[in-house]
Antibody
Framework: EVQLVESGGGLVQPGGSLRLSCAAS????????MDWVRQAPGKGLEWVGR??????????FYAASVKGRFTVSRDDSKNSLYLQMNSLEIEDTAVYYC???????????WGRGTLVTVSS | DIQMTQSPSSLSASVGDRVTITCRAS??????LAWFQQKPGKAPKSLIY???SLGSGVPSRFSATGSGTDFTLTISSLQPEDFATYYC?????????FGGGTKVEIK
């Protein structure tokens, strides 16, 4: 089955760190750019960051709101995408979705999301 | 950054109604636009890509047009399962950006 499954969410204090994982199955993970998108409670969707692929030497891109604090990485041997989140702020509280970028450059597959709550 | 502005932010409609949602980009994005549907507590679902191409398995009552800065999503005959929030998103340049969403509610 073609799917993405996120894990690693939870409660963390402001200033803390958390690492999210996204396990991919049912498709050739290494072929695709992969992204993180988040949604704060009751709010809209916000793109967080992108991991490109080996063919493009793996550069990553980030939203300004997380640049310097979050790092997107991938392990193609494990079909996994990661989001390392440091210096977490209350405003980072959200459901974090993993999304696959299709050959047509849009998000064609989404995971169910994992909730990150930043609170003291 | 490219700002995406959706209108209306919410609308009430009845089953069978024709519904149109608009999305405007703050600068030209060619046809690099996607539309997503999201129901409460669920992940977004891809509907439209390249401004007017229907995603896999998406019912034909959904259609979309536009290029440059102005885009529309149309549901020709609203069905009960279509009550949801709809988002546009540009993928022309970084940072990728979403519109604020349009909530389609039952009248």
């Amino acid at each position: 089955e073609v799917q993405l499954v996120e894990s690693g969410g939870g409660l963390v204090q402001p200033g803390g760190s958390l690492r999210l994982s996204c396990a991919a199955s049912g498709f050739t993970f290494s072929d695709h750019y992969m992204d993180w998108v988040r949604q704060a409670p009751g709010k809209g969707l916000e793109w967080v960051g992108r991991s490109t692929n080996k063919a493009n030497s793996f550069p990553a891109f980030y939203a300004a709101s997380v640049k310097g604090r979050f790092t997107v990485s991938r392990d193609d041997s494990k079909n996994s995408l990661y989001l390392q989140m440091n210096s977490l702020e209350i405003e980072d509280t959200a459901v974090y979705y993993c999304a696959r970028t299709s050959g047509d450059w849009y998000f064609d597959l989404w995971g169910r999301g994992t909730l990150v709550t930043v609170s003291s | 950054d490219i700002q995406m502005t959706q209108s209306p932010s919410s609308l009430s409609a009845s089953v069978g109604d024709r519904v149109t949602i608009t999305c405007r980009a703050s600068q030209g994005i060619s046809n690099s636009l996607a539309w997503f549907q999201q129901k409460p507590g669920k992940a977004p679902k891809s509907l439209i890509y390249a401004a007017s191409s229907l995603g896999s398995g998406v019912p034909s009552r959904f259609s979309a047009t536009g290029s440059g800065t102005d885009f529309t999503l149309t549901i020709s005959s609203l069905q009960p399962e279509d009550f949801a929030t709809y988002y546009c998103q540009q993928y022309n340049s970084y940072p990728l950006t979403f519109g604020g969403g349009t909530k389609v509610e039952i009248k």
